[in-house]
């Protein structure tokens, strides 16, 4: 298993571009999460998938949008970026639900991205 | 939502036992402590999670207090690779979508 995987590994941004930030888990995990981690900082939760067809937004949504794609996969877009969106985006996996819905998060290796 | 009080940094012995503390004075009924580290610049890592029973895994131990509103995670016999940051974290499901993780304990595990 190849657990939690994210591409681009790192990249670098001019304002105002825009990209797509792809995550995809091979656990059969029903819920799927974005966080940013910003220097120094704990990890911020931006949007969050409780199931397959459904998105739900997190503390920081604003400038993102996001898509399920299907079981596997969860994509967050940056439509116009902008330099305070630079961070470490980290998406996870979990098998929980319902009341458990924060249980055991699998995390990907993170997108280290730079906005100049 | 419950928020969480965790000391900023610790240091612990190596092959001692490390005890990390975390308050969280307004929990809910229905929330979950849930502990995770990070170790480096990695995605964060599952450690253990627990209602209001202790509760113990491969790990580390979770200690909750009777009123639960404070909770300790124990690794018994702390390694160099125990070095991170810990991360305590209250969440329930009416308010899974503010998982902040916070700033977390920075634990350092001397030789």
């Known amino acids: 298993n190849a657990g939690v995987t994210q591409t681009p590994k790192f990249q670098v941004l001019k304002t105002g571009q825009s990209m797509t930030l792809q995550c995809a888990q091979d656990m059969n995990h029903n819920s799927m999460y974005w966080y940013r981690q910003d220097p120094g900082m704990g990890l911020r939760l931006i949007y969050y998938s409780a199931s397959e067809g459904t998105t739900d937004k997190g503390e920081v949504p604003n400038g993102y949008n996001v898509s399920r794609l299907n079981k596997r996969e969860f994509s967050l877009r940056l439509e116009s970026a902008a330099p305070s969106q630079t961070s470490v985006y980290f998406c996870?996996?979990?098998?929980?639900?319902?009341?458990?819905?924060?249980?055991?998060?699998?995390f990907g290796p993170g997108t280290r991205l730079t906005v100049t | 939502d419950a928020k969480t009080t965790q000391p900023p940094s610790m240091d612990c012995a190596e092959g001692r036992a490390a005890n990390l503390p975390c308050n969280h004075s307004?929990?809910?009924?229905?929330?979950?402590v849930y502990w995770y580290r990070q170790i480096h610049s990695q995605g964060p890592q599952y450690i253990i999670h627990g209602l209001k029973n202790n509760e113990t895994n491969e790990m580390a131990s979770l200690i909750i207090t009777e009123d639960r509103k404070s909770s300790t995670l124990i690794l018994p016999h702390a390694t160099l690779r125990d070095t991170a940051v810990y991360y305590c974290?209250?969440?329930?499901?009416?308010?899974?979508?503010?998982?902040?993780f916070g700033d977390g304990t920075t634990l350092t595990v001397k030789p």
């Open positions: 307004t929990i809910s009924g229905n929330e979950y």
């Open positions: 996870a996996s979990s098998g929980g639900t319902g009341l458990l819905l924060f249980y055991e998060q699998y």
């Open positions: 974290i209250v969440r329930g499901y009416t308010n899974a979508g503010k998982s902040t």
